[in-house]
């Protein structure tokens, strides 16, 4: 199964809908537009079901195959939301919205989905049943949870789920995925310090906050290299700090620090917040300051499952060759809201080559359009290889 011809007939059409997409992107779960025209397509290509409005803003498709659909379901899910970042690519399609972008290729993942459901509706090559999953707010909004919310899994009878995510730096043809830990969790935390404020000159009648919050920092650091096992990986950023006083003669009475957190295990994840509470608020106390910790669960584990990452490493393969198809890639600490539908279905994420463009959530980032191709034949190929395409 390389690359299906369809998909080379079908790349200028898939291409213009993706750049229409890239014109005019929508942030989160304002992706009104975006989500009207992808239903409109559905249904102008037969798709037997189309549902709008799942998890707010997304969309759901059901295609049948040749046995009325009776036997197993394999959901195939895009992300549709953009970034907002002011676009500086050059193109001659770049977005007409001032400050948003379709920084990060959700633009061509919906799009490539599209040229997939265009071809499964014509040839329902398949026994069973395909749902395309059209999802907004992947951005850092849970869009994926609040379409399980509102029924996913249960309401369409999903038994698998598989995704991808276009790749800066892979070459346009190849694939790479492994099993297990794909991306990392993400968590935020926010600490805010109150101690006693006061004049600059006068340290000795206060309870200096930007002192002990220095000293939060410094402490933190050593949760991951002392607490949590080398061979494992977490990583613990505090990226803000805020003061309530602007001034330079000033010891503030409050001091906010904010930052992430990132794991690639559910038990290194649960270590981290336990020894992160514990740290700080023990290095607060110690000088005399009050803590308050509110520890912010994101999006879990990519976590793909073993089978299934096979089945979706054999469809790469058909399709590109095996010297294409990277199997054991290296673990990205980013994280993606994909993990809430592997944590309720088996699945796989895999990520498709985007080639030598700039880095995705970058203003100059480029979705190559050659890569619609095979990411449309992975997608579809899924869906045959799973249910019994010939």
């Known amino acids: 199964m390389p690359v299906k011809n369809r998909f080379a007939e079908l790349l200028p059409e ?46 759901v498709g059901v295609i049948r195959g040749r046995n009325g659909g009776a036997g197993r379901v394999i959901g195939l899910r895009a992300d549709m939301d953009a970034l907002p970042i002011t676009e500086k690519s050059g193109v001659g399609y770049a ?22 459901a265009k071809y499964l509706a014509e040839t329902r090559n398949f026994d069973g049943t395909a749902v395309v999953i059209f999802q907004p707010a992947e951005e850092g909004g849970g869009g994926g949870k609040a379409m399980l919310d509102d029924g996913l899994v249960g309401r369409w009878g999903i038994d698998e789920f598989y995704g991808l995510h276009n790749m800066p730096g892979i070459p346009v043809g190849h694939f790479s995925i492994r099993p297990g830990a794909m991306m990392a969790s993400a968590d935020t935390v926010k600490i805010t310090l109150t101690g006693k404020g006061g004049h600059a000159a006068k340290p000795q009648q206060c309870i200096d906050t930007m002192l002990v919050a220095a000293q939060v920092i410094v402490a933190l650091q050593s949760v991951v290299s002392r607490n949590v096992n080398p061979l494992q990986s977490a990583v613990l950023s505090i990226c803000t700090c805020q003061t309530d006083s602007p001034a330079t003669n000033v010891i503030p009475q409050v001091v906010t620090l904010g930052g992430t957190v990132r794991t690639m295990d559910p038990a290194v994840r649960d270590l981290m917040e336990v020894r992160i509470r514990a740290v700080a608020t023990a290095t607060a106390e110690a000088f005399g300051a009050t803590i308050e910790i509110d520890y912010d669960r994101g999006y879990p584990v990519t976590m793909n499952s073993v089978d299934e990452t096979g089945h979706a490493v054999e469809v790469a393969r058909s399709i590109s060759g095996a010297t294409a198809v990277e199997t054991q890639a290296e673990p990205m600490m980013g994280a993606e809201d994909f993990s809430y539908m592997l944590e309720e279905r088996p699945g796989a994420y895999i990520f498709l080559g985007n080639g030598d463009t700039a880095a995705v959530h970058s203003p100059n980032y480029v979705f190559d359009d050659e890569a619609i191709p095979f990411g449309s034949s992975w997608l579809a190929g899924m869906v045959e290889a799973r249910l019994g395409g010939a």
């Open 14 to 59: 898939i291409t213009a809908w993706r750049r229409d997409f890239h014109e005019n992107p929508e942030l989160l779960y304002e992706v009104h537009r975006t989500a009207a025209k992808v239903a409109e397509l559905l249904r102008a290509f037969g798709v037997d079901e189309v549902t709008e409005g799942i998890g707010r803003t997304g969309v």
């Open 95 to 116: 977005s007409k919205v001032p400050g948003m972008m379709h920084a990060c290729g959700h633009d061509g993942h919906t799009a490539m989905l599209l040229g997939a």
